[in-house]
């Protein structure tokens, strides 16, 4: 997918895009267990930054770590 299609890619898209890559990354396989999922509450938060030097999307959910300032990060 190149910058252009991306751009297009609305958030049921860009989400679905984004797990399929991280599926991919991981070897194709990701085990996601019941305990695991019923511990996500609406207080846990999740960033995405896009880093233009390196072109990645960064996701974090360490706020304290969080690339606030980065002045190459798009927040």
Same mark, same amino acid.
């Given at each position: 997918?190149?910058?252009?299609?991306?751009?297009?890619?609305?958030?049921?898209?860009?989400?679905?895009?984004?797990?399929?890559?991280?599926?991919?990354? *991981?070897?194709?396989?990701?085990?996601?267990?019941?305990? !695991?999922? #019923?511990? &996500?509450?609406?207080?846990?938060?999740?960033?995405?930054?896009?880093?233009?030097?390196?072109?990645?999307?960064?996701? *974090?959910?360490?706020?304290?770590?969080?690339?606030?300032? !980065?002045? #190459?990060? &798009?927040?």
């Amino acid at each position: 997918m190149n910058s252009e299609k991306r751009g297009l890619l609305d958030d049921k898209e860009m989400l679905f895009t984004l797990l399929t890559a991280f599926v991919k990354k *991981s070897g194709g396989k990701i085990k996601i267990s019941e305990d !695991e999922m #019923d511990s &996500v509450t609406t207080q846990d938060m999740m960033m995405m930054y896009y880093d233009q030097n390196n072109k990645e999307i960064i996701l *974090s959910t360490n706020l304290l770590n969080a690339p606030f300032v !980065e002045k #190459d990060i &798009v927040h």
